[in-house]
């Protein structure tokens, strides 16, 4: 069975810090992976996605995330935080196989102070 | 732009009542879920359908049922609302016509069970 461990609830970074939110996933078959992104009262968006080739993926608003099978990891990181980055962040596993529906973690949440 | 229409959006309710959650979708996509959302959970799917009269059971699917009797409706249904099934519900689509991960989700239903 699919799996999402998102390791840590909250993170807090100042404005203009790295960005480094962590995400591991247990998949028996070749994985897609996801984040997603919530502000509040809002349903979620679709930050960047991996599915087949280039294991480093780019998304929206500067993030990108790299897929490492050898650790079964799913990093989101952006260079730079900015205030509007603040909100909830979701990982998402789910199997290439037509039928199969999202699994997502537990969420983690970003602060951004100034 | 996938459109995503949930109703109602905000619902309070008493314990042991029935209670409909409607999704309704413009564009003829296949795939359809529904997820709850609660804190230090996540998203958690409940049910989701693959086609008119396709479903089929997500994670925590006890207590609700589902129908999809058109291809652009799929509703969500507790028979006897209790007080655990207070939370924040999310219908989703799955852009084009296959099963490809990447979900476009609703504004989402706020219930809560008295």
């Known amino acids: 069975a699919q799996s999402v461990t998102q390791l840590g609830s909250h993170v807090s970074v100042s404005e203009g810090a790295l960005v480094l939110l962590r995400c591991n996933y247990s998949?028996?078959?070749?994985?897609?992976l996801f984040w997603y992104v919530q502000y509040p009262n809002q349903g979620l968006q679709l930050l960047l996605k991996?599915?087949?080739?280039?294991?480093l993926v780019k998304g929206i608003n500067g993030f990108e995330a790299e897929f490492k099978k050898s650790e079964t990891s799913f990093h989101l990181t952006k260079p730079s935080a900015h205030m509007s980055d603040a909100a909830e962040y979701f990982c998402?596993?789910?199997?290439?196989?037509?039928?199969?529906?999202?699994?997502f973690g537990k969420g983690t949440t970003l602060s951004v102070s100034s | 732009d996938a459109g995503i229409t949930q109703s109602p959006r905000h619902k309070v309710t008493e314990t042991g009542t029935p209670v409909t959650l409607r999704c309704h979708q413009t564009?003829?996509?296949?795939?359809m879920y529904w997820y709850r959302q609660d804190p230090g959970h996540g998203l958690r799917l409940i049910h989701y359908?693959?086609?008119?009269?396709?479903?089929d059971k997500g994670e925590v699917s006890d207590g609700y049922s589902v129908s999809r009797s058109k291809t652009e409706d799929f509703l969500l249904t507790l028979e006897s609302a209790t007080s655990s099934q207070t939370s924040v519900y999310f219908c989703?689509?799955?852009?084009?016509?296959?099963?490809?991960?990447?979900?476009?989700f609703g504004e989402g239903s706020r219930l809560t069970v008295l």
């Open positions: 989703a689509i799955s852009l084009g016509q296959g099963n490809t991960g990447e979900l476009f």
């Open positions: 998949s028996s078959v070749p994985p897609y």
């Open positions: 991996y599915t087949t080739g280039a294991t």
């Open positions: 998402a596993v789910s199997e290439h196989q037509a039928g199969t529906a999202l699994i």
């Open positions: 564009e003829n996509h296949r795939y």
């Open positions: 359908s693959y086609g008119v009269k396709d479903t």
